[in-house]
């Protein structure tokens, strides 16, 4: 067999998440070759400010972006470097509590938050199947063979999903009527809120949201959220539990197409 050596490196490594629609503008300021040609979750070695720096073109965000990981001794000046090349950008740093709102704009699901991994749920209904988590595109049912839960898979693929993960807009006149009858201007959280937040069709409940969040960029409230069938389809007017001074309300809003920001210059 084959001799493997395992070495835990997390101390020795650091990573950055360079993202925005100038990213590949101002990266290529400054490493050694261009990262015009790098291609959706593919790599590539890299010299940035004389820093060995690995780039993947991933992110956590619906925008053009990148993932540089480098030697933790080198961090530093990887980091100095983009900040001055992206100065004249506008450039500015940013943490997790601002990428959880951009992954919600990018209809980007959350482990643990959104949904449960099969190996931890506690009971069937925690449960989701690609097609419920719109990962049809990962599930290659023309491929020959055998694989676990084909059989499942082929089933719902004819008869449907009994669940869709979906985007939620909230309607803000709705919205605003709700607080204007406390006295109150409309409110909304300025980081994504991660909980279980009920949606109804009628007195029904048919679902519910995992995240929530205000868009800074599209200037409204939307949500990710599980639906059954038939509820889960585009256009569907459902209302979502929001509090108003400590007393739960109903807000009308609309299921909608994911992800709910994609720029078109991310795709190049």
Known sequence: GMEVEISEVTDDMAALSFQGPNSRNVLNKVVENPVDELKYFRLMKNNLAGVEVTISRTGYTGDLGYEIWMDAQGAVKVWDAL????HDYGILPVGILALDM???EAGLFMLDVDYTSAGHAWIESQKSSPFELGLDWTVALDKPGY??????????KREGSEWKMVGIEIDWVGMEKLYAEVGLPPQVPGTAIRASMPILVGNVQVGYASTASWSPLLKKYIALAHLQKP????GTDVRMEITVEHHRKHAPAKVVKLPFYDPEWKKK
Request: glycine share 10%; net charge neutral; proline share 0%.
């Open 83 to 86: 900040m001055d090349a992206g």
């Open 231 to 234: 509820y889960y389809e585009l």
């Open 102 to 104: 951009t992954r919600v």
């Open 147 to 156: 694989f676990v839960g084909r059989r499942a898979l082929e089933r719902e």
